[in-house]
T-cell receptor
């Protein structure tokens, strides 16, 4: 499923940051996964969910009942959270009929002191 | 340490000179894939492989080749590189693409390729 995210966001240290991803064509079997990418590094997994809310030690993921969007929430960001965040939507690849992963353009988050 | 290893990290070459970027994973993952990352375009998938000897095109396969002779290795081959292939390349793997909930992608640290 195609995803749409804001291109960039600025925040200050200590604030909560919410990044929303739109995925209107999400399929029943699709999961929503978020990745974080620092400069000169490959993306790394942050969090994944199917519906409602998921929380781990790094972030929370909110998914409304219709699942057409999702929101990554980063609590009390610090300068080290400056990165690009990607939302990826996909399900069991054999069921979707394709083995492709389609990333969007990502959201560039800049945390200011 | 579980990881995806790409080599080289940086590569400068000239148009038409064949090159290979290697990718290896030590997690016994079934799925491996290559992406290129360009400013404003995000990550675009070039090729992927479901298992040994099973490969298929992603969204931008033109000008690239891959092979999967062993489960752990998935090299990217540019037979005749051109300047428009100047990009940042990432290899990634996942355990089982049919269990998306348990199999996030693991990425290498990238290869920055410049073709002059």
């Amino acid at each position: 499923a195609k995803t749409t995210q804001p291109i960039s966001m600025d925040s200050y240290e200590g604030q909560e940051v919410n990044i929303t991803c739109s995925h209107n064509n999400i399929a029943t079997n699709d999961y929503i996964t978020w990745y974080q990418q620092f400069p000169s590094q490959g993306p790394r997994f942050i969090i994944q969910g199917y519906k409602t809310k998921v929380t781990n030690e790094v972030a929370s993921l909110f998914i409304p009942a219709d699942r057409k969007s999702s929101t990554l929430s980063l609590p009390r960001v610090s300068l080290s959270d400056t990165a690009v965040y990607y939302c990826l939507v996909g399900g069991p690849l054999t069921l979707s009929g394709t083995y492709k992963y389609i990333f969007g353009t990502g959201t560039r988050l800049k945390v200011l002191a | 340490e579980a990881q995806v290893t790409q080599n080289p990290r940086y590569l400068i070459t000239v148009t038409g000179k064949k090159l290979t970027v290697t990718c290896s994973q030590n997690m016994n993952h079934e799925y491996m894939s290559w992406y290129r990352q360009d400013p404003g375009l995000g990550l675009r998938q070039i090729y992927y492989s479901m298992n040994v000897e099973v490969t298929d095109k992603g969204d931008v396969p033109e000008g690239y080749k891959v092979s999967r002779k062993e489960k752990r290795n998935f090299p990217l081959i540019l037979e005749s590189p051109s300047p428009n292939q100047t990009s940042l390349y990432f290899c990634a793997s996942s355990l089982d693409p049919d269990r998306v909930q348990d199999s996030p992608l693991h990425f290498g640290n990238g290869t920055r390729l410049t073709v002059t």
